[in-house]
């Protein structure tokens, strides 16, 4: 598990992320937060596709990433013997639910619109509005096209 984690880790950072905790084999990053990044979707999202491209190569199992852009709360939280960076807010929550429907969808990459409409790069595929917990209104999700495609057993392979 710690070769895993220490894998994405360093595909985040490489793409300008910080990430903020673990959580069993689930990782939680941010971009634009400690340090503001002006391309942060851009980044998130490139960040993401190389996870999900070389995965394979440190772990055989499925993986899924949710993207959503938004205001965050982000500080150290704690008291004096145990401080860690963190961010908390709705934006979190709703990133985490978008992470917890690749599964459902079965698409491993799932994207906001929030996200979308930070994005310069390439054209999403629009999967729909979808219900997410805790929420009255639905979510517009879109993932890049034809890139990742997840087969019968939920291990990803990708296509040319």
């Known amino acids: 598990m710690s070769q895993f984690q220490g894998y994405l880790s360093n595909i985040v950072e490489q793409y300008g992320g910080s990430v903020i905790s673990f959580m069993g084999d689930g990782m939680m990053a941010v971009f634009g937060a400690p340090q503001p990044l002006s391309n ?6 490139q960040a993401a596709q190389a996870m999900l491209r070389s995965i394979h190569q440190v772990c055989p199992l499925a993986m899924g990433v949710g993207l959503h852009t938004g205001l965050v709360v982000a500080g150290c939280l704690g008291t004096e013997g145990h401080l860690e960076f963190s961010v908390i807010g709705d934006t979190v929550n709703v990133a985490s639910r978008i992470e917890s429907l690749t599964k459902q969808i079965g698409q491993p990459l799932l ?3 929030t996200t979308r409409q930070q994005l310069t790069l390439p054209a999403l595929r629009f999967l729909g509005a979808h219900s997410i917990r805790g929420r009255s209104a639905q979510l517009e999700l879109y993932t890049v096209p034809e890139q990742f495609e997840a087969d019968d057993a ?7």
């Open 40 to 45: 942060h979707a851009d980044q998130a999202l």
């Open 111 to 113: 994207i906001s619109a």
């Open 154 to 160: 939920g291990t990803l392979s990708t296509s040319a």
